[in-house]
């Protein structure tokens, strides 16, 4: 695996309420990246970094990693069912 400057941009270290450093997942980024992709190919490659990061990943941080993953995708998914029916709900009116 060879580690890009998106792959070391992918973990940003923000400060907790208490101080303690909490590692913040940059998955908007792997989205963005991917929704852009010139080819199926140049998307699959993404996906695969994404992949093998969560692999290097030490086990104590992969719960809080796949918390962060849901969160993102479930907020992701409600952007497009709220688009979705605006979209719906405009064509129903013609």
């Known amino acids: 695996m ?3 400057f998106h792959s070391l941009k992918f973990l940003l270290t923000y400060p907790k309420k208490n101080n303690c450093p909490m590692t913040q997942y940059d998955f908007r980024s792997y989205h963005y990246r991917s929704i852009n992709a010139a080819n199926d190919a140049e998307r699959s490659a993404i996906n695969q970094e994404l992949k093998d990061l969560y692999t290097l990943l030490p086990d104590e941080e992969k ?3 796949n918390r962060q993953l849901q969160t993102f995708l479930t907020k992701e998914m409600g952007k497009l069912k709220s688009n979705y029916e605006s979209v ?3 064509l129903g009116d013609n």
């Open 88 to 90: 719906k709900g405009n």
């Open 2 to 4: 060879v580690l890009t």
């Open 63 to 65: 719960p809080e990693f």
